[in-house]
């Protein structure tokens, strides 16, 4: 079934909910206070944060730096391609799920304490999540499936559950 007329109106709406959920949900807050952050993480000459090795276990406060550095660099790269014009919002979307993904391998390259692991890796799986719920929504929308459209529509974008994770480990620039 194809979408059309105030169906494709509603799938619209959800591309710009979407968008705004991944950019926006993680620009960071000054509500939430960090626990301990103490100093900027070492940057590699690719740009992109050091990690540790498995065997090396971050401080708490080592790892809301590193944490906090990815989250940045990676909002600062959304908020510039959520600014871009020109684009269809199926293709917007496409460009922030892209820059979102591109991060994904650094979060995962972090080795928290374990006291910290628990909140990490539920951070990380609803980070995970919130991937694929965008990743749908973009399906639907390219493959104009009103049903699939009016189903995520339903669901509730794992968007709270990353938010709620971050805010427990003191992440202020993964909010």
């Known amino acids: 079934m194809r979408i059309s007329g105030d169906s494709m109106?509603?799938?619209?709406?959800?591309?710009?909910?979407?968008?705004?959920?991944?950019?926006?949900?993680?620009?960071?807050?000054?509500?939430?206070?960090?626990?301990?952050?103490t100093s900027a993480p070492p940057a590699t000459h690719s740009g992109t944060v050091a990690t540790t090795?498995?065997?090396?276990?971050?401080?708490?406060?080592e790892l809301i730096t590193r944490l906090n550095a990815i989250c940045a660099a990676g909002n600062g790269r959304i908020i510039a391609a959520v600014r871009q014009r020109g684009r269809s919002e199926v293709a917007h979307l496409e460009a922030v799920l892209s820059i979102a993904r591109g991060f994904e391998p650094q979060l995962a390259a972090l080795h928290p304490s374990a006291q910290d692991r628990p909140a990490f890796e539920r951070y990380l799986q609803a980070f995970r999540r919130q991937l694929g719920f965008e990743a749908r929504v973009i399906g639907a929308a390219r493959s104009g499936d009103q049903g699939a459209a009016q189903t995520l529509a339903r669901e509730v974008n794992p968007a709270q559950a990353r938010v709620t994770a971050a805010k427990d480990l003191g992440a202020v620039k993964c909010i």
Do not use: D, I
């Open 9 to 37: 109106s509603r799938v619209g709406q959800l591309l710009t909910a979407t968008t705004a959920t991944v950019a926006l949900a993680g620009c960071g807050s000054a509500s939430a206070p960090p626990r301990t952050a």
């Open 53 to 61: 090795a498995p065997s090396e276990r971050m401080s708490h406060g």
